[in-house]
């Protein structure tokens, strides 16, 4: 970033006058008189009649397309994790919320606290929207039981809508607000099928859209 419009960014100073500080000797980066045209980085220090200048961090915010294969952890433990795919400049983001190694689709990453607590804090209420195969068509008895009363689960009841494909009741569009772990696979499994494939298409307002997998793209 030009320097000047760095100091514009972090004092009161439009970047004439911030020309003007520089041309007058007022500023220094890393400890040597600036000039003018100076470009100026993250990891510098920038000093202004000899206070620090600081600009306000600049958050960012990515949709990926996480294929299957991976974990969302840094440490995968032996296994490749996202942050292999993801670009350098995004390796420090943090997930909001993850998917399993065996799921893939839609995962937003952040730098901003604030948007990571908007989109998973149980009171928001995002809703999240699954592609699910089943190894087997799903029951009317258990479809009903899943979005009437829920299934019970070691860490509580389940419950979430269904739709079914019409020509194929193992192929299934699931959309729930919770985030608990495995959610979708543990209640399935708790009905005796198996959960083959979980795709995430939707997450609050974001949908995956036509983003190929591996890629990201900012929001």
């Not at 030009?2 to 500080?21: E, M, V």
């Not at 569009?173 to 499994?189: I, M, P, W």
Request: with cysteine; glycine share 8%.
């Amino acid at each position: 970033m030009r320097l000047n419009k760095y100091i514009a960014a972090g004092t009161s100073l439009s970047r004439r006058a911030a020309d003007g500080a520089i041309e007058r000797g007022r500023v220094t980066v890393n400890g040597v008189t600036a000039t003018l045209g100076t470009v100026v980085g993250d990891d510098d220090t920038v000093l202004l009649d000899s206070r620090p200048v600081e600009t306000a961090p600049t958050h960012v915010t990515i949709l990926f397309h996480k294929p299957r294969g991976y974990v969302c952890s840094r440490d995968g433990q032996g296994s490749a994790t996202i942050y292999e795919l993801l670009p350098k400049q995004y390796q420090k983001l943090q997930p909001a919320g993850r998917l399993d190694k065996n799921s893939s689709g839609l995962l937003l990453l952040s730098s901003d606290g604030s948007v990571l607590q908007e989109l998973t804090h149980p009171k928001y209420q995002k809703n999240k929207v699954y592609r699910v195969k089943l190894n087997a068509p799903l029951e009317p008895l258990h479809q009903q039981m899943i979005t009437d009363h829920g299934v019970m689960l070691d860490d509580g009841p389940s419950r979430f809508s269904i739709q079914t494909a019409e020509n194929n009741k193992a192929l299934l569009s699931v959309t729930l607000q919770e985030g608990r772990n495995r959610q979708v696979r543990r209640t399935f499994d708790a009905l005796g099928y198996r959960v083959v494939d979980l795709h995430r298409t939707q997450f609050g307002p974001y949908a995956l859209g036509e983003l190929s997998e591996g890629d990201c793209r900012v929001i």
